[in-house]
């Protein structure tokens, strides 16, 4: 259950960011507070992660979900580029997140 509640916090992370986005420098007021909302619910979604696993792995899956996240919304929504080094890049974040996942798994 520690891995749904790291992967839940790690959406919620990108909704954030994007959240940010819309909110221009939070000075607008529904995408401010759904900046606000997402964030308390991503780092709710963390520590009840960090319940069961360890602090490190945790860290790394949960901020790499948010970065993938939030890189491919942007390319996808807001026209980011999706050059092939961009996108190379976000493969490699994933193989990190994974990789760390697997050399940790057994540790706490």
């Known amino acids: 259950m520690a891995w749904v509640f790291v992967i ?4 919620f992370e990108t909704a954030f960011a994007v ?3 819309y909110s221009e420098g939070l000075r607008r007021l529904w ?3 759904s900046f606000v909302v997402c ?9 009840a992660g960090l319940r069961d696993l360890p602090v490190g792995t945790a860290y ?14 942007g390319m996808i929504w807001f026209g980011d580029p999706a050059e092939f080094v961009r ?3 976000v493969l490699l974040i994933v193989a990190g997140v994974v990789g760390l996942n697997l ?6």
Do not use: N, R
Not at 8 to 11: A, Q, W, Y
Not at 60 to 73: D, H, K, P, Y
């Open 8 to 11: 839940l916090g790690g959406f």
């Open 19 to 21: 959240s940010l986005k």
């Open 60 to 73: 790394a899956a949960w901020t790499g979900i948010g970065a993938v996240g939030t890189a491919l919304v």
């Open 87 to 89: 996108v190379a890049s």
């Open 103 to 108: 050399a940790g798994s057994s540790a706490h």
């Open 31 to 33: 995408p401010t507070v």
């Open 39 to 47: 964030a308390v619910i991503s780092f709710a979604f963390l520590t």
